[in-house]
C-alpha cells in the first residue's frame, strides 16, 4: 500500500500562472480533504471530496480556487492565476470512512511557491 | 464550533528528560482528538487519537495522551526525550459521527537538546 501520493513535490509557478496539484488517496479510500500550511501555521481545512462529489467546501477561497475528484484518476487541486499569498504546503489526506473521524492519512505535501 | 489551543508554540527539553505538550480544546459536540507529528518538509503522521472510548490513549514512539473532559484538555507526554522527537507536533480536534474536517492547532516546536 502506497499510502496518499501526492505530486508533485515541489511546485514553482509565476504570478498569473496555474498550478495544478494532485493526490492519489490510498487504496480503497474514496474521501480526500484537501488543507492548505502556510509558513509557521497549523493547516487549514481546504475541502472534503468523495468521488464526483464536493462535501464540504467551507475552506475553499471563492475565487481561483477549485477542486475535483473524478470517477477515474486522482483529486486535483487547481489554483488560477496564482499571487504571491498562495505560496504555502498543500496537503491532502484521505480516509475509508467519512461519516467516523478515525483519523486521515496524510501525503507528503506539494509546495507551491509563487514567484 | 470547534477549536483548539496550543499552550506552547516552542519547548525545549534535554535528551532523557519527560516531554509535556499542551493542548486544550473546545468543541460543541462530543470531540475526536488527535496528536499528529511533521518532520521538517515531511507530511503528517498520526502519533494518537482519542475517540471516547480510554481516556488514556497511548501511541506510537512511547507518547501518551490523557483526555480530560473536565479541563478539556488532551496533552501529549513522553517520559524520556529522544533526538529523534525534534518536530512539530498538532493537536487537532473533530466531531465524533460527522463526516467532517479536523481543526488543527497552531503547533508545537519540540527542541531536543543533549
Known amino acids: 500500500n502506497a499510502g496518499v501520493m501526492q505530486n508533485p513535490r515541489h511546485l514553482v509557478r509565476r504570478r498569473g500562472q496555474e498550478a495544478r496539484l494532485r493526490c492519489s488517496p490510498m487504496k480503497g479510500h474514496s474521501h480526500v480533504y484537501w488543507y492548505r500550511q502556510l509558513p509557521e501555521e497549523g493547516l487549514k481545512f481546504m475541502v472534503y471530496l468523495q468521488k464526483e462529489n464536493i462535501i464540504d467546501e467551507s475552506g475553499m477561497p471563492k475565487e481561483r480556487f477549485s477542486a475535483e475528484f473524478p470517477k477515474e484518476g486522482p483529486s486535483i487541486l487547481r489554483i488560477q492565476q496564482v499571487v504571491r499569498g498562495d505560496s504555502a504546503a498543500y496537503f491532502c489526506?484521505?480516509?475509508?470512512?467519512?461519516?467516523?473521524?478515525?483519523?486521515?492519512?496524510f501525503g507528503s505535501g506539494t509546495r507551491l511557491t509563487v514567484v | 464550533a470547534q477549536s483548539v489551543t496550543q499552550l506552547d508554540s516552542h519547548v525545549s527539553v534535554s535528551e532523557g528528560t519527560p516531554v509535556l505538550l499542551r493542548c486544550n480544546y473546545s468543541?460543541?459536540?462530543?470531540?475526536?482528538l488527535f496528536w499528529y507529528v511533521q518532520h521538517p518538509n515531511k507530511g503528517l503522521q498520526l502519533l494518537l487519537k482519542y475517540t471516547s472510548a480510554a481516556t488514556l490513549v497511548k501511541g506510537i514512539n512511547g507518547f501518551e495522551a490523557e483526555f480530560k473532559k473536565s479541563e478539556t484538555s488532551f496533552h501529549l507526554t513522553k517520559p524520556s526525550a529522544h533526538m529523534s522527537d525534534a518536530a512539530e507536533y498538532f493537536c487537532v480536534v473533530s466531531p465524533i459521527g460527522t463526516a467532517s474536517k479536523l481543526t488543527f492547532g497552531t503547533g508545537t516546536r519540540l527542541q531536543v537538546t543533549l
Open positions: 468543541s460543541s459536540y462530543s470531540p475526536s
Open positions: 489526506a484521505s480516509s475509508a470512512e467519512g461519516t467516523r473521524n478515525y483519523g486521515y492519512t
